[in-house]
C-alpha cells in the first residue's frame, strides 16, 4: 500500500507535504480558530486552507460546481469558514477524486450500509433509486494515505493509548501527548508497545473499511507481539478474546510468559487497548453476561469504543455498556474513550478521557475545525444549541476538506457533543411509530 | 335498559381492563346489527360534522392535544382533519357512507355478492386484495385495529367500514396520540347510545405481549397499521393466541405515493392548476401519510439527454427538451404553490434530523447543478431530478421532479417503479387524456394497479379518500364482514 503515495502528482505532493508537517508538528494541541505556526517550518493554518481550496477547485469537479453556484473562488477565502461545505450525500452520488491523482493508485473506502441498485433507465439520465429501506453507502476514493496516517499518528496515542504507568496528565505536550517521549512519527520501541485486543475486523476481510484501515495502522505501529484480533467473517471469536484476556494478566488471571501477550517473567502486566465498535463491544459483553463470567483486563487498560455501525443499534444503553465494561471487563468509564470518525473524513475526533475530560465530548485535532449550523438557515448555531455538524478536516485534501455531515450536534468549550442523525428519507405513510414521533425536535 | 358507556379512554389501560374490555366487544355483534341504518348514520353524520367544526365542544376539546401529538400546525391539523372526515360525510357528492352501508346490509341479509378488491380507478384490473389470515370464526367476535400516529382522524376510515358491518370494534391509539379516537367514539356513542357496548377506544404501549394477550386471543379480525417488524411481531402473536380458531389479519405497512404528469397539461392555467393540487397532495399532513405524493414524474416533448450542467435555481426560463423544459416548468409552479401553502398551511414545528437530510439533498443538488427553484426550507424543497430512481421523501414537503422521455407508457413506469411494487399506495395522474375509455390514462392504470397503486386521482384529491377507498387495494367491508 505504501506505493500508492505515487498516484499523487507533484502538484498535489508538495501540498500532502506541506499538510504531514503541519499535522505533525501540530500534534495534540489545542483547537481554536487560529492557531500559531506550530513549527517555523511549517505553513500558517490558514494558509493551507486556501491553498487546499484551491486545489480542490481546480482538480476536483464537485468542489468546483459548488464553489462556482456559491460564487466563492480561491481569492474568496479567508478563513476555513469561507470555503463551501459539501454535503455528506455528495459521497454516495458524485466523484470526488481529484483528476490529477492515478485512480487506479487510490484506496476505496465505503461506509456500511447495502449498495444502491443501479438500474437501466437511460434515457432520462439512468435511474439509481434505492429500494425500500435500502441505504446508499458512502464512497471514499483517498489518494493520500500517508496523510491519512499521518493524523493517526499524531491524534491517537495521546488520546487513545494507555501508558505503561497507567496514567495520564491533562497537560498537552507532557505524558500523554504525541510528542513528549517520543517523536511523532518515530517507530515506538518496543517497551512502548501495547498489547491490543481488537474486535474490529482486520483489514484483509474489509479492505474498504476506513477503520479497519485505521485500525491496522494502530496496530502495526503501537501493537505489542500477540495482539489480536478476534472478529471476523464469522463473528466474534468469544473464546479467543477470553483466552487472550487471561494471558493478558489480568487481576485473577494467571498468565504464563507462553501466552498470546508476551511477557517476560516478573514482570507487572502490561495496560491493554481494547478496540471495539459499540456494537461488537455490546456483544462481547452480553455473552460475558449471558456465561456470568468476567474478563478483567490488567489495571490502566483502555477500551476504544467507536461507531462503525451506523443503521444498527445495540440493545445497551450508553449508561449500561460503561457499567458492564467496568463489571465484565474490569476498565472504569474513566478510560472508555470513544472515537468520532466517518467514511468521508480523513480525520477523527476523540474524547479526552484519558486526561480528564468529558467522556462524551468529542475533541477535535488542530488541523480540524468544528462547527454547528442552524438546521434550518444553515447560518452558525448559537453555542450550546443544537444543529447540523459541519467539519473541516485540512487532512482530506482527496476529497473535500469543509464536509457537511449528517449529524447533528452541540458545540461546547471547543468540543462537539453529538445527538443523533439526520432522519433519512424513509416510508413513513401512515404507519408512524410512537417512537418516531417522539423523536427530538 | 341503559346501554353501557363505550370505553373510550386515553389513559393507558391494564390487561385486565383490556380483558374485561374485550370480553365485552366479543359478545355485542347481536346488539350492533339490531341497530337499523338510518339511526346509525344520522349520529355518525352529527359526530363528523361536530368534529369537523373547529367551533365545536368537542373539536375545542381535543385542538391542543392533537396539535401537540401530530406535530401539524393548528391551519395544517385543520386541513387534515377536513381531508379525512371530509370523504366519511354523509350526503357528499356520490354517497360513499351510504353505499358502503348499503352494500353491508345487501350482504348482512343474505344477499349473494362477491366483495372484490380492485384498485379504486378508472378501468383498473387489479386483483381483489384479500385480508391474510385463516377464516374461522370471524362471523362472529370483535375488531382491533391498531392505528398509527402520524395522521389525524385515521380512526374514521376503518370504523366507518366496521359500523357498516356491524362488526364491534376495539381502537387501539398510539399512546403519543390519544385523544382523538377516544373524543370521536365518546361522541358518537353520545349520540346513539346503543352503540356504547360494542365500540371501544383506549390505548397502551404497542408490543407489549403480555398486556395484549387477552385482546389478541378473543379478536376475530386484525387490522394493524405499522411498520413491517411491528406488523410481522403483531399477526405472529394473534395466530398463536387464536390457534384453530384463526383470525384474520389486514396488515397496513409503510407505502408512498407518487405522481405521474403527461404532455397533455399546455402551459399556463392549467399548469398551474395542476401545480395547485400537486402542492395539496404534498403539503397536506406535511408529506407524512401514505397518500402524500414523494415525487413526481414528468413526461417531456421528446426523448431527452440530460443536460450536462444545469444552471442552479436562477429562475429563469427553461428552454427547450434537453433542459428538462416541462420538468423545469412544473418546477416553478410547484414552488410557487408550495410558497403560498406554507402561509396557509404552515408546516409544524421543523426537527432537527428532518431538517439535516433535506439540507443535504439541497446541498448535493447545488453541487451537482440540478434545477432548484428557490424555497425557504419550511415552504418546501423542489429540485428537478434527472434521475429517474424512486425514492422515499425526507420530508418537509420535498419533491423531487423527474423527467421522462416521451411517450411515457407503463412499462416505463414499471421499469422505474418495480423495485417499489407493493409499497406504492397512490398516484396523482394529470395530461395523459382524462379519465376515461381509450384515454392514455386509461392504458396506464393496469401497470399502476400491477404495481399496488390503490388510488389514482387527479392531482389534489389524492389525500382526501372516501369511504369507499380500498386502502391497500383491500375492499373495507371484506375486512369486517
Known amino acids: ?441 | 335498559m341503559t346501554s353501557p358507556g363505550p370505553w373510550a379512554s386515553t389513559a393507558v389501560l391494564s390487561a385486565d381492563d383490556l380483558a374485561r374490555c374485550a370480553e365485552r366487544l366479543a359478545a355485542a355483534r347481536p346488539a350492533l346489527a339490531a341497530i337499523p341504518d338510518e339511526r346509525l348514520l344520522a349520529a355518525w353524520n352529527r359526530t363528523v360534522e361536530a368534529f369537523l367544526d373547529p367551533r365545536s365542544p368537542e373539536r375545542r376539546a381535543i385542538q391542543g392535544d392533537l396539535v401537540r401529538s401530530t406535530g401539524l400546525s393548528p391551519a395544517g391539523l385543520e386541513a387534515g382533519l377536513e381531508s379525512v372526515l371530509g370523504g366519511v360525510r354523509v350526503g357528499i357528492r356520490g354517497r360513499p357512507v351510504e353505499e358502503l352501508f348499503a352494500e353491508a346490509r345487501a350482504l348482512r341479509e343474505g344477499e349473494q355478492g362477491r366483495i372484490a378488491g380492485a384498485a379504486e380507478s378508472p378501468g383498473a384490473g387489479a386483483e381483489p386484495g384479500e385480508p391474510e389470515g385463516t377464516e374461522t370464526d370471524s362471523t362472529d367476535g370483535f375488531a382491533l385495529v391498531v392505528l398509527a400516529s402520524n395522521l389525524p382522524a385515521l380512526a374514521v376510515q376503518p370504523l366507518v367500514a366496521a359500523l357498516a358491518a356491524r362488526r364491534p370494534v376495539l381502537l387501539k391509539s398510539p399512546t403519543a396520540e390519544p385523544v382523538f379516537a377516544a373524543a370521536f367514539v365518546r361522541a358518537l356513542a353520545e349520540r346513539l347510545p346503543a352503540l356504547g357496548g360494542a365500540v371501544a377506544a383506549v390505548t397502551w404501549p404497542g408490543g407489549d405481549a403480555e398486556r395484549e394477550a387477552p385482546v389478541l386471543a378473543r379478536a376475530t379480525v386484525v387490522v394493524a397499521y405499522g411498520g413491517d417488524e411491528a406488523l410481522a411481531d403483531l399477526a405472529a402473536r394473534a395466530r398463536t393466541l387464536r390457534g384453530d380458531r384463526g383470525t384474520r389479519f389486514v396488515p397496513y405497512g409503510p407505502k408512498t405515493s407518487l405522481a405521474v404528469v403527461g404532455r397533455d397539461v399546455p402551459p399556463g392555467a392549467p399548469l398551474d392548476a395542476v401545480a395547485a393540487g400537486l402542492a395539496r397532495d404534498v403539503a397536506l399532513f406535511d408529506q407524512r401519510g401514505c397518500l402524500s405524493v414523494a415525487a413526481v414524474y414528468v413526461e417531456e416533448d421528446g426523448p431527452a439527454d440530460p443536460p450536462a450542467g444545469e444552471a442552479p435555481g436562477t429562475g429563469s426560463a427553461p428552454t427547450g427538451v434537453g433542459e428538462h423544459r416541462r420538468s423545469r416548468a412544473l418546477a416553478d409552479a410547484l414552488a410557487r404553490e408550495l410558497r403560498a401553502l406554507a402561509r396557509r398551511w404552515p408546516p409544524g414545528p421543523i426537527g432537527a434530523a428532518e431538517a439535516a437530510a433535506v439540507q443535504q439533498m439541497r446541498a448535493e443538488a447545488e453541487l451537482r447543478g440540478l434545477y432548484r427553484p428557490p424555497l425557504a426550507l419550511r415552504e418546501g424543497t423542489v429540485v428537478v431530478e434527472p434521475d429517474s430512481g424512486f425514492q422515499a421523501t425526507p420530508g418537509l414537503r420535498t419533491v423531487p421532479i423527474h423527467p421522462l422521455p416521451a411517450p411515457l407508457d407503463g412499462a416505463c413506469l414499471t421499469e422505474i417503479l418495480t423495485p417499489w411494487r407493493d409499497r406504492l399506495q397512490g398516484v396523482a395522474l394529470a395530461g395523459f387524456g382524462g379519465v376515461g375509455s381509450g384515454t392514455r390514462a386509461e392504458a396506464l392504470t393496469p401497470a399502476l394497479a400491477a404495481l399496488g397503486v390503490s388510488r389514482i386521482t387527479p392531482p389534489g384529491a389524492l389525500q382526501s379518500p372516501d369511504a369507499r377507498w380500498h386502502n391497500g387495494g383491500v375492499e373495507p367491508l371484506a375486512v369486517f364482514l
Open chain 1, 1 to 441: 500500500m505504501e506505493g500508492l503515495e505515487s498516484a499523487a502528482t507533484t502538484v498535489a505532493a508538495d501540498l500532502v507535504e506541506r499538510i504531514r508537517r503541519f499535522v505533525r508538528a501540530a500534534g495534540a494541541g489545542t483547537p481554536g480558530d487560529s492557531i500559531a505556526t506550530p513549527d517555523a517550518g511549517c505553513d500558517t493554518f490558514d494558509t493551507l486552507v486556501r491553498e487546499a481550496f484551491a486545489y480542490q477547485v481546480s482538480h476536483i469537479a464537485p468542489v468546483r460546481a459548488l464553489a462556482a453556484a456559491r460564487g466563492i473562488g480561491p481569492d474568496d477565502v479567508h478563513t476555513w469558514r469561507d470555503v463551501p461545505a459539501v454535503p455528506a450525500l455528495a459521497y454516495k452520488s458524485q466523484d470526488l477524486l481529484p483528476d490529477d491523482v492515478d485512480p487506479a493508485r487510490v484506496l476505496t473506502f465505503r461506509s456500511s450500509g447495502t449498495l444502491s441498485r443501479t438500474g437501466s433507465r437511460a434515457a432520462a439520465g439512468g435511474t439509481t433509486g434505492t429500494l425500500p429501506g435500502e441505504a446508499r453507502r458512502s464512497v471514499h476514493r483517498h489518494p493520500f494515505p500517508s496523510l491519512y496516517r499521518e493524523t493517526i499518528d499524531a491524534a491517537f496515542p495521546g488520546s487513545c493509548l494507555p501508558r505503561r504507568s497507567g496514567l495520564h496528565t491533562s497537560s498537552p505536550g507532557a505524558e500523554g501527548s504525541p510528542g513528549a517521549d517520543r517523536s511523532p512519527g518515530a517507530e515506538p520501541a518496543l517497551s512502548d508497545a501495547v498489547p491490543m485486543l481488537s474486535l474490529i475486523p482486520a483489514r484483509a476481510d474489509v479492505p474498504d473499511s476506513s477503520l479497519s484501515f485505521m485500525v491496522n495502522h494502530v496496530l502495526e505501529r503501537w501493537g505489542a507481539a500477540g495482539s489480536a484480533t478476534v472478529l471476523g467473517p464469522a463473528g466474534l471469536n468469544a473464546d479467543a478474546a477470553a483466552a487472550w484476556v487471561r494471558a493478558a494478566g489480568g487481576p485473577g488471571n494467571s498468565a504464563g510468559p507462553t501466552g498470546p501477550v508476551d511477557r517476560t517473567g516478573g514482570e507487572p502486566p502490561r495496560p491493554c487497548l481494547v478496540l471495539a465498535t459499540g456494537l461488537a463491544l455490546a456483544g462481547w459483553l452480553e455473552r460475558l453476561e449471558e456465561a456470568d463470567t468476567v474478563c478483567p483486563l490488567p489495571p490502566g487498560s483502555v477500551v476504544f469504543e467507536t461507531g462503525g455501525s451506523k443503521g444498527r443499534s445495540h440493545a445497551l444503553g450508553r449508561a449500561e455498556l460503561l457499567a458492564a465494561v467496568a463489571r465484565r471487563l474490569a476498565v472504569p468509564p474513566e478510560r472508555v474513550v470513544r472515537e468520532y470518525g466517518m467514511t468521508e473524513l480523513t480525520s477523527q475526533l476523540y474524547t479526552r478521557v484519558l486526561t480528564g475530560g468529558d467522556p462524551d465530548l468529542f475533541m477535535p485535532p488542530p488541523w480540524v475545525r468544528v462547527h454547528v449550523l442552524d438546521p434550518e438557515t444553515l447560518d452558525e448555531a448559537a453555542p450550546g444549541t443544537l444543529g447540523l455538524v459541519a467539519i473541516f478536516d485540512l487532512a482530506n485534501l482527496g476529497s473535500a476538506v469543509h464536509l457537511l455531515t449528517e449529524d447533528l450536534g452541540v458545540l461546547e468549550e471547543g468540543g462537539l457533543r453529538l445527538a443523533g442523525r439526520a432522519r433519512g428519507a424513509a416510508l413513513r405513510g401512515c404507519s408512524l411509530t410512537a417512537e418516531e414521533m417522539m423523536a427530538p425536535r
